[in-house]
C-alpha cells in the first residue's frame, strides 16, 4: 500500500490554490467563486486525468500516451487551460527518470528514457530506449498555475502470456512473486465481494464471479502486480457481462472466450467463461381437463402462445434463452418467433424448441463439449391439429417426359386439371419450396426453376444433376451432380452455389430450423458421362457427408452403405437406412482432458449406440420419422418386401437429474440418446405386394397415423398403420377405357391428411387415395397424358423406351391451397 499512501499525498500537494485578482470599478462584471475575493467563475481550479486509479502499463522500451486532460471551474463547469504541461514522479514525489519518461508538451510516455539532443536531425522524443527497470511512477498534468491529479505508470517486462486462474482466496498465503490480479494491491482500491471464478464448473444465470489472471513474461516469472489493472472483454458478449473490476456475471448459456487487457500493453486470450447449458426445455400450452398436454388443437387464423421452461445443469431457472422454435409442417401450421402458432391451412404438426449454436448456447469450436456448452438441446414436442379440409394444387412430371402438368383442384372451370407445360428438358428430380413459392427441377443439362403458377421463370446451366432437397426455408437447394461428382448448396435467393463438397448426393434431409442437413452418398456408374447422362445410375456408399451452420461440413465414414436418410423428431440425429440401419446424433462426441477443464477432440455426428441393429436383418432401403417423434418407418426389399418400425416410448428421454449431464448429449461419453426408450416392431410384410425391384419413398401423414410405400413392381399400394403395426393393401382401381394399373411409384399427400395422389405405372395415371377410408376411387383418376420425350435428341417421341404411348407420373409436388367455397 505504500505507493497509494504517497499517491494520496501527492493529490493533495496539487490540490489548486485560488489568485485573488481585484480591480477598479466594474464589479458586477467579476464573478467570484465565493464572496468578494478568490477564485473566480470560469478559472480552472481542477484538471483531470486519466484513468485515476487503474493508470497505464508499459512494456520496456514502449509508447505510451496519456488522456487528454480536462479543466474544470469552481462550478463544475468545463473550462480552457491552455497549453499542458506533463512531468514524472516518483512515490516520494521526486522528479523520476530511467523508470519512465514524458514527453512535457504532448504527455506522449516512454517505459524507459527519451532520446534528447540526440543531434543528426533525430527529433527530441521519438526514440524510447529501455531502461529495464520495474516500478511504478506518476504523471501529472498542469497548467494555468493548477497540476492534476496523479495517475500511476506501471513499467515491467513484456507479457508473453496471461491466464485465468483459480486463486485461494487468501492473499496473504500467496508468495509475493506468484500472485494473482485480485490480490495486487490495486485491488485494494476497489474491493470486491463477488465470489472467486471457479473454471472447473458453469455459473448460472445472474451468478456474479470475480475474473483473476496471472500474467508471465518471457522467462515465466509472475509479472501479474507489476503490470498494473487488466480490464476483460468477453466472446460472445451475450455469455457473460464483464465490468471493469473484472466481476463476470453469467447471461446467456454457452462458453465465451475471455481476453485480458492491460492498458497499451496489449490483449491476449486468457481462458474461458461458461454460463450453464440448459438440461431441459419443457414447451406447454393450456388445454381443456382431461386433454393430453402434448396434443393442441388450434383452429384457422387463430394464435395459441406456447409457454416454455428451461432448467440448467444446475436446475436453476433461465430466462430470455435464444431458442429456435420448428414446425415439421411450416406451411400448414408455422411456428413465430416467440414460439406461438397459428395455423393457416387444416393439417398437423409438431412443434419444438431447439437451443441451437451459434445462436443458444454457444462455444469456440475447441471447447464445444466443456460443460455441455455448443450442443443442440431440445425441447418436446407439441403436437398442434388443426381441423378442417384445404384445396390442393398438384404439379404432375415424369422423367421420360419434358412437360408438367399442373392440377389445380379449386378451379371452376370446368376440370382441374391444366394445359402441360414444356419444359426446356427433360427433367430427373422435381422437389418444391414449402411455401410453394418455386418448383426445382435437375436435369443433366441445367437447373429448371418453375414458379407457382408452374411458368418457367429461371434456368441455370451452371449446376446439372438431381435436385434433392430444399431447406424448410427456402433459401438452399441440395443439387447432386454424378457427373463431376459433386455435391453442391445452391442459392435459391442468390442463383448461386453457396458450398459444395466432393461426392455423388443420393438423398437429403434438413432439420426444420434449415441449419442443418444430411446427406448420403454413392458411385456412379462407370460409363456415367456428360455423353450419356441417363447411364447415370448410382449406387449407395459409405460416406454421409453433413453441412452445418455451425461446425460447415463434416465427411463421415460408415461401416456400411447408407442409401437414405431422414431426420428424427426432433431433429436431435438422423437416422441412416441401410444394413444394418444406423443413427448418428448432433451431439459431438467429446473426449476432456484428465481433469475436465478442456477438450481433447471432439466428433461431429458421432454413431449413437445402436446395439439393437448390429445385424445383417436389420436392414431398411428407405426411411422415414414421424412427426410425432415416436417412429422412424423403413422399408426394404430385402428378404420380401416388408416394413421395419423403429419405436420410441416416448419422442426425448427423460431430463437426468440436477447435476447429471446435459438433456440428449451426456457429456464426455459417446451419445446414446437413442437407446433407452426404443424398441422394434416385428417386420411387416407388405401384402399384396407381388414384386419389389425397389422402394422409393415412405411416405407418413403429418398427424402420424398411417404411412404409405411407393415402389418399382407390381401390386397394390401398402399403407401402414404405426399405432397397430399393422400393413392394409390398398387395391389400385382401374379407370374407365384405361390400362389397369401395376405398381405405385411416386406420390404426394395433401397438408390436412385427406388425400394421397399417387402416380402409378400401367395406366400411367394419378390415383387419389382417400386417407381416412384407405379406399381408391375410379372417377377420381387423373390421366396427365405426359407426352414421352427422346433424353438424347430432347424431342417428342410416340412412345416411351417401355412401350408405353405415355410417360409414367414419377415425379409428383404439391402444395396446399385455400378453397373457393
Known amino acids: 500500500m505504500r505507493r497509494f499512501i504517497t499517491l494520496a499525498v501527492l493529490f493533495l500537494f496539487t490540490i489548486p ?35 485515476r486509479i487503474f493508470g497505464i502499463s508499459l512494456n520496456y522500451g514502449e509508447f505510451g500516451q496519456t488522456s487528454t486532460p480536462t479543466a474544470t471551474d469552481c462550478k463544475g463547469n468545463g473550462t480552457s487551460a491552455g497549453a499542458y504541461t506533463y512531468g514524472l514522479f516518483d512515490a516520494n514525489g521526486h522528479a523520476s527518470l530511467g523508470i519512465a519518461d514524458v514527453n512535457p508538451t504532448n504527455g506522449r510516455l516512454c517505459g524507459g528514457r527519451f532520446n534528447r539532443n540526440s543531434g543528426a536531425g533525430i527529433q527530441d522524443y521519438t526514440i524510447c530506449t529501455p531502461g529495464n527497470t520495474t516500478g511504478v511512477v506518476y504523471v501529472v498534468a498542469s497548467a494555468a498555475g493548477v497540476s492534476s491529479n496523479p495517475i500511476p505508470i506501471f513499467v515491467h517486462p513484456p507479457i508473453n502470456n496471461v491466464s485465468i486462474v483459480t486463486p485461494t482466496a487468501d492473499c496473504a498465503s500467496q508468495p509475493t512473486n506468484d500472485r494473482s490480479s485480485n490480490c495486487c494491491p490495486l485491488a485494494a482500491e476497489a474491493p470486491i465481494t463477488a465470489p472467486l471464478y471457479q473454471n472447473d464448473s458453469c455459473l448460472s444465470q ?6 483473476a489472471v496471472k500474467a508471465f513474461d518471457g522467462n515465466g516469472n509472475n509479472i501479474t502486480c507489476d503490470a498494473g489493472h487488466f480490464t476483460f472483454t468477453a466472446t460472445p458478449t451475450s455469455v457473460v457481462g464483464i465490468d471493469l473490476n473484472g466481476v463476470a456475471t453469467a447471461l446467456q448459456p454457452g462458453t465465451a472466450t475471455i481476453s485480458a487487457t492491460i492498458s497499451t500493453s496489449g490483449t491476449g486470450v486468457a481462458g474461458f467463461f461458461t454460463t450453464c447449458p440448459p438440461r431441459s426445455i419443457t414447451l406447454s400450452a393450456p388445454v381443456p381437463p382431461g386433454s393430453n398436454p402434448n396434443e ?7 394464435t395459441q402462445p406456447v409457454s416454455v421452461t428451461v432448467l440448467d445443469t444446475k436446475d436453476n431457472p433461465i430466462n430470455g434463452l435464444a431458442l429456435t422454435y420448428q414446425s415439421t409442417e411450416p406451411i400448414a401450421i408455422p411456428v413465430n418467433p416467440n414460439g406461438s402458432v397459428s395455423p393457416v391451412f387444416p393439417g398437423a404438426a409438431d412443434v419444438t424448441a431447439i437451443c441451437q449454436p451459434p445462436a443458444c448456447n454457444p462455444s469456440p469450436i475447441n471447447m464445444i463439449g466443456l460443460f455441455g456448452t455448443g450442443t443442440p438441446v431440445a425441447s418436446n414436442p407439441l403436437t398442434i391439429t388443426t381441423p378442417g379440409v384445404n384445396s390442393t394444387l398438384l404439379y404432375i412430371a415424369s422423367t ?7 392440377v389445380d383442384f379449386t378451379s371452376v372451370t370446368g376440370t382441374p386439371v391444366g394445359q402441360p407445360i414444356r419444359l426446356p428438358y427433360v427433367p430427373n428430380s422435381m422437389v ?6 418455386a418448383i426445382y427441377m435437375g436435369s443433366a443439362t441445367e437447373l429448371m426453376t418453375l414458379g407457382a403458377n408452374g411458368g418457367l421463370t429461371r434456368e441455370d446451366p451452371t449446376v446439372q444433376g438431381k435436385a434433392l432437397s430444399v431447406s424448410p426455408d427456402g433459401l438452399t437447394l441440395v443439387i447432386s451432380d454424378p457427373i463431376r461428382q459433386i455435391t453442391y448448396l445452391y442459392g435459391t435467393n442468390t442463383s448461386a452455389i453457396v458450398s459444395q463438397h466432393t461426392g455423388v448426393g443420393t438423398s437429403a434431409a434438413w432439420t426444420p430450423d434449415s441449419q442443418t442437413v444430411y446427406i448420403t452418398t454413392g458411385t456412379p456408374d462407370a460409363d456415367c458421362t456428360a455423353a450419356n447422362p441417363s447411364a447415370c445410375t448410382v449406387s449407395p456408399g459409405k460416406t454421409l457427408l453433413v453441412h452445418s451452420q455451425y461446425t460447415a461440413w463434416s465427411a463421415i465414414t460408415l461401416d456400411a452403405a447408407a442409401p437414405d436418410v431422414t431426420v428424427a423428431v426432433p431433429s436431435v440425429g438422423a437416422y441412416l437406412a441401410g444394413s444394418p440401419t444406423t443413427a448418428r446424433s448432433y451431439c459431438p462426441s467429446t473426449t476432456l ?16 449406440d445402436n446395439s439393437d441393429f448390429d445385424t445383417p436383418s436389420v436392414t431398411t432401403d428407405v426411411l422415414a420419422a414421424t412427426d410425432d417423434g415416436l417412429h ?32 440428449a448429449c451426456p457429456v464426455p461419453v459417446p451419445p446414446s440418446y437413442f437407446t433407452p426408450q426404443r424398441s422394434i416392431f416385428p417386420p411387416q410384410t407388405l401384402t399384396g405386394v407381388a414384386t419389389a425391384t425397389a422402394i422409393n419413398q415412405v411416405i407418413p401423414t403429418s398427424d402420424s397415423k398411417v404411412a404409405f410405400v411407393t415402389y418399382n413392381g407390381t401390386g397394390v399400394l401398402p399403407a401402414y398403420t404405426p399405432a397397430t403395426g399393422l400393413v392394409t393393401p390398398i387395391t389400385l382401381d382401374t379407370a374407365s377405357g384405361a390400362a ?3 405398381a405405385p411409384v411416386d406420390a404426394a399427400i395433401s397438408t390436412d391428411n385427406t388425400t394421397l395422389f399417387v402416380g402409378t405405372t400401367g395406366d400411367n395415371s394419378v390415383h387419389q387415395i382417400d386417407v381416412p377410408s384407405l379406399s381408391d376411387n375410379a372417377a377420381n383418376i387423373i390421366a396427365p397424358n405426359l407426352v414421352c420425350t427422346d433424353p438424347k435428341t430432347n424431342a417428342d417421341i410416340p412412345a416411351c423406351p417401355n412401350g408405353s404411348i405415355t410417360a409414367i407420373p414419377n415425379l409428383i409436388v404439391q402444395h396446399p391451397k385455400k378453397s373457393l367455397n
Open 206 to 211: 445472474n451468478e456474479t464471479a470475480q475474473l
Open 400 to 406: 421420360e417426359s419434358r412437360y408438367l402438368v399442373p
Open 740 to 742: 389397369a394399373p401395376t
Open 632 to 663: 422412424v418407418i423403413g422399408a426394404t426389399v430385402t428378404g420380401g418386401p416388408a416394413i421395419r418400425d423403429i419405436v420410441f416410448s416416448s419422442p426425448l428421454p427423460p431430463p437426468p437429474a440436477p447435476g447429471a449431464p446435459v438433456g
Open 593 to 608: 482432458s484428465s481433469d475436465g477443464l478442456s477438450v481433447v477432440s471432439n466428433e461431429f455426428f458421432p454413431q449413437a
Open 296 to 302: 393442441i388443437v388450434v383452429n384457422q387464423n387463430f
Open 17 to 51: 490554490f485560488g489568485i485573488s485578482i481585484s480591480g477598479c470599478g466594474h464589479k458586477s462584471s467579476i464573478q467570484y467563486c465565493s464572496g468578494d475575493s478568490g477564485p473566480l467563475v470560469g478559472q480552472v481550479t481542477t484538471i483531470n486525468l486519466t484513468p
Open 432 to 437: 418444391i419450396a414449402n411455401n410453394g413459392s
